[in-house]
């Protein structure tokens, strides 16, 4: 199952009626999902926290088990706000979702991202002050080359998503709650489901196309056991790069990844049982959060930390609680 590549250099690339998807369109019912509880100690599966346990098993527990808090960096902060900018784009009636109106966008976004998450204020101005009315509006000025890479991409005056920023989430029969949050599904009754994730980085190179996608192929196979509909295209969309990187995923395809995503829950699972989070250090460490608490670092497991992750016996229940 090969992924390709592709960069808009005009209008032809640019999404249009031929562009979009083809195939059964699921009842709109179908896409509502409840939120189930997951496993006791190890909750519901996400791609993220998928990618941490491949990453580092340790990395998984501080994250997943131990839950312990992590800063928020500029990158991260601006990856939220131009999703929520591009999630509120779509409100607005198809003929004024241009560049300009985009970019009024940002203070409204990021006025309402600081209201939900004070402690993001901390990205413009690390001081004790409020940030300036300059300081913030510098901030925002950093945003917007994404924004214009967007609709360099694709005219969202041509596009109707579906949903955005939707919750899916499924239970493999003996197996992980599924869940996770999708940027954009378009569903076109001559095409059916295209399932959309922006990237505010830059594309990766040939190797690292596939692990790329393991998000997309998440959601693909959650959005199929939700509403029986196989996704007709995973799209990835790096706003750094201005690169499309895509998918038509395959039912084969998919049954192989759900077993893949299988095996890796019994891993966990093993794992949790022992209580033996083993550190997997490599270049991934640059950007981890945990450091002074990593063995591999030199660093010293918090007492709290290292007795939990172990499970009592009897105490690994279904991943259906
Ligand atoms: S520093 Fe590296 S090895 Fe240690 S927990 Fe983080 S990712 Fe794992």
Redesign the pocket.
Known sequence: MSVSTSRPSSAAGRASAADRPVVLVPPAESWHAEKQPGHPLLGALSPSRASDFT??P??YR?RTIDRLPEPTSAAMAKGTLVHSVLEALFDLPPAERILPNAVQLLPESWAQLLADEPELAAVVNAGPDPATPAEEAAWLRQAEPLLATYFAMEDPRLLQPAHRELHVECVLPEGPVLRGFVDRVDIADHAGVRIVDYKTGRAPGPRYEQKAMFQLRFYALVVWRMTGALPRMLQLTYLGSGDFLRLAPEADDLRTFELKVRRLWESIVAISETGEWQ???GG??RW?S??SL?P??GGQLPARASARGRIQPGQVASAHD
Do not use: D
């Open positions: 990453t580092c340790l990395l501080f550190p997997r250090p991934h460490c981890c945990f450091t990593c591999a670092q």
